[in-house]
């Protein structure tokens, strides 16, 4: 599975404005050049997170992008949601059909289960965090982490038991 360079940039650009003085926002050049990104990819992804509801754009020569909602209140399956969508949604085997209409396992699939229970896996741990979860430091992430991955853990563990 692969985490698209949009999903990385996207969530690391609001977690830097979230960083930030939220009165004051940055502007594309600064967050460019904090995130090693060109102004050009900096202005797209900005725009596309304004246009999804996550920024706001504050004008004037001093102006750039403040978060449009509390960090507590931005969740990260939102943000990835709307940055590139799901791993798997019911779509998924429609573009994954070959030289065929329908997908040659339609009816009976296997691997359409792996990837079902994977896309819930995935929602169980993006739909708790929010970006106030990942504003601290790395170590203050894997413990907020680890408590999520417990929650989901645990419980199947002792399914299995």
């Not at 102006?63 to 449009?68: R, W």
């Not at 739909?127 to 413990?143: F, N, P, Q, V, Y």
């Amino acid at each position: 599975m692969k985490i698209s360079a949009q999903d990385e940039y996207g969530l690391r650009t609001l977690l830097r404005i979230a960083q930030g003085e939220p009165e004051a926002g940055l502007s594309i050049a600064k967050l460019s050049e904090l995130e090693g990104l060109s102004k050009s990819y900096m202005a797209k992804m900005t725009r596309k997170l304004r246009l999804e509801g996550f920024l706001k754009s504050t004008p004037g020569p001093k102006g750039g992008y403040v978060l449009a909602k509390a960090p507590e209140e931005i969740y990260v399956s939102e943000v990835l949601k709307a940055l590139d969508g799901k791993l798997f949604s019911n779509e998924f085997c429609k573009s994954h059909s070959g030289d065929f209409k329908v997908c040659a396992r339609h009816f009976d699939c296997s691997v359409r289960s792996l990837w079902k229970v994977a896309q819930l896996a995935l929602d169980h741990v993006f739909d708790r965090i929010t970006l106030k979860d990942l504003m601290g430091s790395e170590s203050e992430a894997d413990h907020i982490l680890q408590i999520i991955a417990d929650e989901f853990i645990l419980p199947a563990q002792s399914a299995v038991s």
